[in-house]
Every structure is written in structure tokens, then in C-alpha cells.
């Protein structure tokens, strides 16, 4: 069975950093490209961060660019997404998500369940 399963959220002030961490099972994890994602409430789900399956990384909001990173072990399984100079409209649940295809701008067939990240003012 496919899993995507986030960790690493939680409650951080503005200004601080977090990492959050995206353990994936059940597929080839190398073969595909791996997306993060975030939904506030209220608002439409947008895509941040997708690092390919042959690591070529694409920026898909403005807003996150040269705060948010994405990489991947694909040892462990696992994409990451290292946030810095976090800000209160951060707040969100973040998602992470599969492309079975390889490629950042195809569709994504496997979500996690999300993990709440909080900043605080």
C-alpha cells in the first residue's frame, strides 16, 4: 500500500525554522517526484516546492522562494522541507504528495495526511 506520512510540524515563532519530514512506503520512491504542499483555512490548496525524480527542483510559489528548500534521501524514503524565516501566514497544513510520472508539472496520484504547522506572531 502507498503511504505518505508528514511529521515534523508544529508550533514555532515568526522569525524560527522548522523541518518537516515526508516518510513515503509501498512504491519505487526514486522513480518519482515528490510535491509539497500547503492548505490555510479558508484557502484553496497551493503547491510550493517539487523536487523531480531526477532531482531538478521547481519553486511554484514566490512566496516561499529562498525561505523553503526541498531535498530528498531516497535511502530513507524520505523528502524533507526546510523552512526558515517563518511568518504567521505560513500557518497551514502541509502536505506532501507523489507524481507517479517523475515530473513536477504532471499530475499527483498519492497524498499524506498533513501536518499542522503553526507560527506564531
Known amino acids: 500500500e502507498v503511504q505518505l506520512v508528514e511529521s515534523g510540524g508544529g508550533l514555532v515563532q515568526a522569525g524560527g525554522s522548522l523541518r518537516l519530514s515526508c516518510a513515503a512506503s509501498g512504491f519505487t520512491f526514486d522513480d518519482y517526484a515528490i510535491g509539497w504542499f500547503r492548505q490555510a483555512p479558508g484557502k484553496e490548496r497551493e503547491g510550493l516546492l517539487c523536487?523531480?525524480?531526477?532531482?531538478?527542483?521547481?519553486d511554484y510559489q514566490d512566496s516561499v522562494k529562498g525561505r523553503f528548500t526541498i531535498s530528498r534521501d531516497n535511502a530513507k524514503n524520505t523528502v524533507y522541507l526546510q523552512m526558515s524565516s517563518l511568518k504567521p501566514e505560513d500557518t497551514a497544513v502541509y502536505y506532501c504528495?507523489?507524481?507517479?510520472?517523475?515530473?513536477?508539472?504532471?499530475?499527483?496520484?498519492?497524498w499524506g495526511q498533513g501536518t499542522q504547522v503553526t507560527v506564531s506572531s
Open positions: 504528495a507523489v507524481a507517479l510520472g517523475g515530473g513536477c508539472f504532471l499530475s499527483y496520484d498519492y
Open positions: 523536487i523531480s525524480s531526477i532531482d531538478t527542483r521547481v
